[in-house]
């Protein structure tokens, strides 16, 4: 035909030919654009299949306009690919055509100017543009003919595949082509409404051993490891697909690019990146008619691209979940043991004396830009390839199929690798290092190195926990000795905390929004009502049994119903406080000041001979105990309900100990004494019962021990010393029997007789912190809230007082996602025995700490 096109007269002769002669069956076809047929806003072409469907669409309430592609057949319109995503029509009336030059235009709303083109540069005529049932939209000669031929691959002038936008459809492929010299990449909208080009993408990285980044603006998020014959070695999930969908990855001269199909096209997958970072992929659920979330990445800590530095290798199942290799030490320790390994590890020995390698299972290999590799070579001359140059760091095989094939080496630092549990993941990489650091056995994977440094940390801490069950047992003897050591140790804030708080609170970069720390209300005069002894025995129906809520240390709760129909709790206070009228009012008065959204509040109170009661509003789901270790009622509980309980709590000890203008100690805080609201918030009961009762000093030694033994602080239960850090204890015991909704005094695991926090250090030792967490809480969307509670709650319960953080700190640690937090050390707690009674107080001989829920309100301390 080129004949035809050089004098232009025969053009435009041949273009009357075309639209006389061939443009009827063009006219049958709902999935062109001719040159005679041009797009209008109200127009969309439909792929042969119905699949697809091309046309004009404005985001969200915007008044701006694209073209794109979406799907014909779903609802909701999802669209995959927008062709002007950085130049959108100011109006409606866009006309989307083949140009005079034969390509692809977008015409603006006045027609004069091309806003958009395929923007071929060598100009043809003869071309129609079709959408196919791929979703590929392209450029093509005429077939004149109408021969098939003409719609395959080679014939495209351009595609809509080589220019994608936030999608990976089945067939497109992302990465680099020679001819074209292109490499296709995602890049997400910048946001729900806006398709131009956003901060997020996903590229191949052709050098070296390919892969692909996840970044944003140029800085790399997260890697997918390179391929190795089955998947990406840092995408372990990819075997699962086996049934539904193959990957291909293809690297050769010519191309290089990662791609995947489906096995039955009539399913939709889709892999996205999504504007705020991550990668999606997709599939579509016909019955259900919605987008499935098939799988997503960044997925854990360990995805964070260089989690661990230089040469740091990250487990999720580890913890912390940063570690070195034999041979080498963390670069920069004190970050390190706060958990931040961002500066990885540094070699011990100099290399390229008398050098060894580790063997590592199971590994995510590291970055590879600038590895070298060579796909025919063995793993035995790869090794020996590695030797002979000083500079080389570590080598794998590149393909893992069939016994494993090909070499790459490592001659850089080994960066972003992490460590997978099982076969399923990852594969062996070989590190170089100094022959010191191999085992006599020669070859020793870290894997083993790992268990046996595990096993000793585990044959520490039960060393260090049965010492210190027996320093415990004859503090407890020689509590007269012991209690000046231990006064003077058990400071309110003590300087090391202090320090380390605000370490915390330079790390964390989100400053707590959700949640607040103020909460006290007005502070005028609050006069409190007092009511009669009628008023209250008729509201309780003279204190009927009917009416009892409960029994405390305390006192006894009924339930009343005030005239005007206002429901309230009332607390009759056993008759041995101590205290004188005066000095009792004086103590309400002070406590009905204490106003905070997550304390009982107050409403009166009655005096009457020896009656003294308090009147407290009413909760309406009563107790947490009631509902947390209710076998019935503990998926009322959902997680987000019980992180919900625990915030509260802390928000209102905080207050106690700190926010209001008095300094109170709680010293009972426990389940019990956690009330819920219709809504499941928590409020703290009982609060001031201890100045009530005497003891009104911030640190004190009393003279009765008060306080409910498996929430007891050890230097309080065995040496009645208290401070803001008992209630912090006892905080933390309670944080951990909301999240496994078992009492601290009731668990016992199997047949070593271990207690709640027993059991949850031994977890969390293990790494196996999650299985603390309570089944009936439900499905999770993230287990990094559980994770850091229990950490919270560990922190809390420790062994000295001035470990434990305070209120503030625990706080800011629940709140913040990034404040790295301490790693806890030995909690505080006695070595069960069963508690062979379950009398309501202990008396001097059963004083080594059986674990006893009722409190103990007369203990002579000394
Ligand atoms: C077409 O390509 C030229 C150079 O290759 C470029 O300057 C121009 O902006 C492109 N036009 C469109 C609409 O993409
Ligand atoms: C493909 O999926 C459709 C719809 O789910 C189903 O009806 C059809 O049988 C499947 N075809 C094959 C070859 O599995
Ligand atoms: C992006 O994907 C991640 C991972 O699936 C998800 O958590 C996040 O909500 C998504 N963002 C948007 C805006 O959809
Ligand atoms: C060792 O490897 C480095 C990096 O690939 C290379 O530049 C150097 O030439 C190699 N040296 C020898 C002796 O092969």
């Known amino acids: 035909m080129s004949y035809f096109i050089r004098p232009r007269f025969f053009l435009f002769l041949f273009s009357i030919f075309i639209s006389l002669v061939f443009l009827p069956n063009f006219a049958n076809s709902l999935d062109l654009i001719t040159p005679t047929e041009p797009l209008t806003k109200n127009q969309t072409i439909v792929s042969s299949g119905e ?8 985001p969200g309430n915007s008044n701006i306009w694209y073209v794109g592609i979406w799907y014909k057949k779903i609802p909701e319109k999802t669209i995959v690919w927008v062709a002007n995503r950085d ?10 055509k083949i140009g005079e030059d034969g390509n692809i235009q977008l015409l603006n709303e006045a027609k004069e100017s091309v806003i958009w083109s395929s923007n071929l540069s060598s100009a043809t005529t003869n071309t129609v543009a079709q959408l196919l049932d791929s979703g590929n939209f392209v450029l093509r000669y005429v077939d004149v003919n109408l021969n098939q031929s003409a719609a395959e691959e080679d014939n495209y002038l351009w595609q809509s595949f080589d220019y994608p936008t936030d999608t990976l459809l089945p067939g497109m492929k992302l990465g680099w082509d020679a001819k074209s010299g292109l490499n296709r990449h995602l890049t997400a909208w910048r946001n729900a409404d806006d ?11 052709i050098d070296g051993f390919p892969e692909i980044f996840l970044m944003d603006n140029g800085v790399k998020l997260y890697r997918s490891g390179p391929w190795n014959g089955l998947r990406f070695s840092g995408v372990p999930e990819m075997e699962a697909t086996g049934p539904v969908m193959d990957f291909l990855f293809v690297m050769n001269k010519s191309e290089v690019y990662y791609s995947f199909e489906l096995h039955n096209s009539s399913l939709y997958s889709r892999l996205v990146v999504n504007y705020s970072g991550s990668l999606q992929r997709f599939t579509w659920i016909a019955d259900s008619q919605i987008w499935n979330l098939f799988w997503y990445a960044k997925k854990d800590q360990c995805d964070a691209y260089k989690e661990c530095g230089d040469f740091g290798i990250c487990d999720t199942n580890a913890s912390p979940v940063c570690e070195c290799m034999n041979g080498f030490e963390p670069k920069n320790p004190q970050a390190w043991y706060l958990r931040d390994g961002s500066n990885g590890c540094v070699r011990m020995h100099k290399l390229c004396e008398n050098d060894g390698f580790l063997t590592l299972n199971y590994m995510k290999l590291p970055e590879s830009s600038t590895t070298f590799v060579n796909t025919s070579m063995s793993l035995a001359d790869c090794e020996k390839m590695c030797l002979k140059n000083c500079s080389c760091t570590a080598y794998s095989n590149t393909n893992i199929t069939g016994g494993g094939s090909g070499c790459a080496i490592w001659t850089t630092d080994l960066l972003d690798m992490r460590q997978y549990s099982s076969a399923e993941g990852g594969q062996d990489l070989y590190v170089r290092v100094a022959a010191s650091d191999l085992d006599q056995a020669g070859n020793v994977g870290s894997r083993n190195d790992k268990t046996k440094r595990i096993t000793m940390i585990a044959g520490i801490s039960v060393g260090i926990l049965v010492m210190l069950t027996i320093t415990s047992l004859c503090f407890a003897r020689n509590r007269m000795k012991t209690q000046n050591v231990q006064r003077n140790t058990t400071t309110l804030d003590n300087k090391g905390l202090r320090e380390r708080s605000q370490d915390l609170l330079l790390k964390a970069s989100v400053i707590p929004s959700k949640i607040d720390y103020s909460g006290e209300s007005t502070t005028e005069e609050l006069e409190l009502p007092l009511f009669d002894f009628s008023t209250v025995a008729l509201a309780t129906d003279n204190f009927s049994a009917a009416n009892k809520l409960g029994q405390g240390g305390f006192g006894s709760v009924y339930k009343g119903m005030l005239e005007e129909g206002q429901e309230v709790a009332v607390k009759r206070l056993s008759k041995n406080s101590g205290q004188g009228i005066e000095e009792f009012k004086n103590e309400v008065r002070l406590i009905a000041r204490l106003q905070h959204r997550n304390l009982v509040r107050l409403l009166g109170c009655c005096i009457d001979m020896e009656e003294k009661i308090l009147i407290y509003e009413y909760m309406e789901n009563k107790s947490l105990d009631s509902i947390l270790f209710n076998k019935e009622r503990s998926s009322l509980l959902h997680w987000q309900s019980r992180f919900n309980i625990i915030c509260g709590i802390a928000r209102g000890l905080l207050y106690l100990h700190q926010d209001s203008r008095f300094r109170i100690i709680h010293r009972d805080l426990k389940a019990s004494n956690i009330l819920l609201d219709k809504e499941m918030n928590p409020k703290i009961s009982d609060f001031g019962m201890a100045r009530i009762f005497g003891g009104d000093q911030t640190e004190a030694n009393t003279r009765r021990v008060v306080g409910t033994y498996g929430y007891m602080s050890p230097e309080y239960a065995m040496d009645g010393v208290f401070s803001i850090k008992s209630d912090v204890f006892s905080f933390g015991v309670l944080v951990l029997e909301i999240v496994s909704g078992k009492k601290n005094r009731g668990f016992y695991h199997m047949n070593n007789q271990l207690n709640l926090l027993a059991h949850a250090w031994k977890l ?14 439900g499905e999770l969307k ?39 937090l301490p790693q806890p050390k030995h909690p505080g707690f006695c070595l069960g025995r069963r508690p062979h009674d379950t009398s309501s107080s202990s008396s001097k001989q059963d004083e080594s700490c059986t674990v006893n829920q009722v409190t103990v309100t007369m203990l002579d301390g000394r």
């Open 782 to 820: 993230s287990t990094f809230e559980v994770m850091r509670c229990i950490q919270v709650g560990l922190l809390c319960v420790q062994e000295q007082a001035e470990d434990r953080p305070n209120m503030a700190t625990v706080l800011l640690m629940l709140s913040s996602e990034s404040a790295l």
């Open 51 to 58: 699949n697809f469907e091309l046309g004009f669409f404005s």
């Open 195 to 205: 398709p131009s080009s956003g901060d997020y993408s996903f590229v191949l990285d």
């Open 87 to 96: 130049n959108p029509l100011r109006n409606s009336s866009g006309l989307l």
């Open 764 to 777: 969390w030792r293990e790494g196996r912190g999650l299985e603390l967490m309570d089944a009936s809480a």
